[in-house]
């Protein structure tokens, strides 16, 4: 052949990111932190739960990195053991509502009806629904774990992405490709899955960034108020609850699992941004 | 008398609009056979696309048809269930819409995108399909198409992207394709070469053709037969070489006129004055009236319906003495042409 064409790359393919430094920077801290969860045992031989009661509140040194807390638990240990419950929690809190949402927003936007309208009543309910009282009755019904964070991040979560795909759908829909592809007689699946479903993901894609920012943020509030994943299971939300006390004399205590949660965030925001640039061009 | 591919009989179409209701489509008859190529000619808002949109079942949520029937070899639309109808109309028409790039999905490869039909609704194997693609991709002109199987829309040209159009189009071997305006988004060249697909396929694969466009030059290359189109109704019918060279209607004779001509210079291109009609206002008389060179009052108290003159039809009280009164008066000096 005389020529060579470019053979054409898949969806993940596309997403191509020359020139996008804060998007790679963000995906190492995210990828860093992943690491050091996953690989919590072999950088601390402490248990982060076991307690030594002869060295409480140490302060940083060669053996305890980040000092010791009220029950001379390793800090820096808790903080590593508490990044695989909080980043757990905070990708299944996603997960979870963005199938969900997804899902019901490309049926509720395709077939319209009486469907839709009761779907979007719904929506408005649970928008309108103060999220942490429904999610403190859950941990009063469910129990308190990481059963009922999910639970109660999913209830209310999903109202986003069904929102923000069965707007996409409705633009979509009237697109000529969705048309032709109705009007060849494809089944109704097969068009809601190879043609519209791509061509719409990308905006909540976009929006689980910085959802499970928020649905992290959430563990850790609802941690700190003591609903969370129940003590003394190492999570941030809990060590900064049980740390304020001694914000005066050993201030790292409850403010480096904060810091986490920020660097957290930060990671994820800038992967959040970086596929805006590339998506929304 | 063999039954016809695709009959319409008496369409009405009518739009929800904010100002009020638009009769978009007032009362439209057609008939076509196997193979034919029939061209549907008017301005914006004549209601071109919304004939096509309605025979298809793609009219927007604040459009419906008020009346009129729609038959598929004899079998009206109405009588069938929405799936059955769905199936009908994908088995028997293709359709190619004028934006090349919006008709064509963005996140798969065009070979997927042609062997799909095949593969999902005529139930093909996996292999098959391929090759069928690979096929109609031959056939509608593009090289290297074994390569090409595999590249996104983006990858492609503007008229590459419309011979894909095309060859999805032809993927479920229909008898009639429907064109909304396929070359209007390409350039001369490439519409040209577009337009030269169409005749050729017409001949090869039998297929019938429905073109609607505003460009006259487009129909004369490629249909038997003309239905120009004004205010949601056919004012004149006929073979194209008749409403060519002796149109009947004063529209099609203005149209005509206004297309800019290579064998004669003029200094000021001919041009219809005013604006097409508001049709959420009820039409008294000749919808075309206040526009025409030849009105007189009868046009404007009532309204006329397509008549046989000559060998096409025309909806004009001055039809029969219009091809007379033609060579009487200079059009250029008559009234609309300035």
Redesign the interface.
């Known amino acids: 052949?005389s020529?060579t064409?470019?053979?054409?790359?898949s969806?993940t393919g596309?997403l191509k990111f020359k020139g996008n430094g804060s998007f790679y920077l963000g995906i190492g801290i995210i990828s860093l932190l992943v690491i050091i969860a996953a690989a919590a045992p072999l950088i601390s031989h402490y248990d982060p739960t076991g307690q030594d009661l002869l060295n409480t509140l140490v302060p940083p040194s060669r053996h305890h990195w980040l000092g010791t807390d009220q029950l001379g638990r390793d800090v820096f240990t808790r903080i590593i053991y508490g990044a695989r419950i909080d980043l757990t929690i905070g990708f299944a809190a996603v997960l979870l509502p963005f199938i969900l949402g997804t899902t019901l927003g490309l049926v509720s936007g395709w077939f319209g009806g009486w469907f839709d309208s009761l779907l979007m009543r719904i929506v408005d309910t649970t928008i309108a629904f103060p999220f942490y009282v429904l999610a403190i009755a859950l941990v009063f019904i469910v129990g308190p774990g990481p059963k009922a964070i999910i639970l109660a991040i999913t209830l209310v979560g999903w109202v986003a992405y069904c929102r923000i795909i069965r707007a996409a759908v409705l633009v979509a829909k009237?697109?000529?490709?969705v048309?032709?592809?109705?009007?060849?007689?494809?089944?109704t699946a097969?068009i809601l899955r190879?043609?519209l479903l791509?061509?719409v993901i990308s905006q909540a894609i976009i929006f689980s960034m910085s959802d499970i920012v928020l649905s992290i943020l959430a563990i850790v509030s609802l941690g700190y108020l003591g609903l969370g994943v129940p003590i003394p299971t190492a999570e941030w939300g809990s060590m900064i609850q049980e740390g304020q006390a001694y914000i005066l004399q050993q201030w790292w205590i409850p403010t480096i699992p904060g810091v986490m949660v920020v660097i957290t965030g930060f990671g994820l925001s800038l992967i959040g941004d970086g596929l805006v640039r590339r998506l929304n061009k | 008398m063999s039954t016809p591919l695709l009959s319409v009989r008496d369409l009405h179409v009518e739009i929800q609009t904010s100002r009020g209701l638009l009769k978009a489509i007032r009362g439209i008859s057609l008939d076509i056979d196997a193979g034919q190529s029939i061209g549907i000619v008017g301005e914006s808002g004549s209601g071109k696309s919304i004939t096509l949109k309605a025979i298809l079942g793609l009219l927007p949520k604040n459009a419906r048809i008020t009346s009129g029937e729609i038959l598929i070899e004899g079998v009206s639309l109405n009588s069938l269930s929405a799936n059955k109808r769905a199936a009908l109309l994908a088995e028997k028409i293709g359709i190619v819409f004028q934006d090349a790039i919006a008709a064509l999905n963005p996140v798969m490869t065009v070979g997927r995108q042609i062997a799909e039909v095949p593969y999902r609704r005529l139930g093909w194997s996996k292999e098959k399909s391929h090759q069928r693609a690979i096929e109609l991709m031959q056939l509608v002109g593009i090289p290297n198409a074994e390569e090409r199987f595999h590249v996104y829309p983006h990858q492609l040209s503007g008229g590459l992207r419309q011979r894909v159009a095309i060859a999805i189009a032809l993927s479920g071997n229909p008898q009639l394709i429907f064109c909304d305006e396929p070359t209007t988004a390409l350039d001369v060249t490439i519409q040209a070469q577009v337009l030269r697909l169409l005749m050729d396929l017409r001949q090869k694969e039998k297929t019938g053709v429905v073109f609607v466009t505003h460009d006259l030059a487009v129909v004369n290359e490629i249909c038997d037969e003309i239905n120009v189109m004004y205010a949601g109704r056919f004012v004149e019918r006929g073979g194209v070489q008749d409403c060519f060279q002796h149109p009947v209607h004063p529209y099609t004779y203005s149209l005509l006129k206004a297309a800019p001509d290579m064998e004669h210079q003029v200094e000021r291109l001919f041009s219809i004055l005013g604006e097409a009609p508001d049709l959420t206002k009820p039409v008294s008389g000749c919808p075309f009236a206040p526009r025409c060179f030849a009105a007189t009052d009868i046009c404007l108290t009532s309204e006329p319906t397509l008549q046989l003159v000559g060998s096409s039809t025309s909806a004009c009280h001055h039809s029969g003495s219009f091809m007379q009164s033609l060579s009487a008066l200079d059009v250029n000096e008559g009234g609309a042409g300035r």
Do not use: V
């Not at chain 1, 048309?179 to 089944?187: E, I, T, Y």
């Open positions: 052949m020529t064409l470019i053979r054409g790359k969806l596309r009237e697109l000529d490709y048309h032709a592809a109705k009007l060849s007689g494809l089944p097969r190879k043609h791509p061509n």
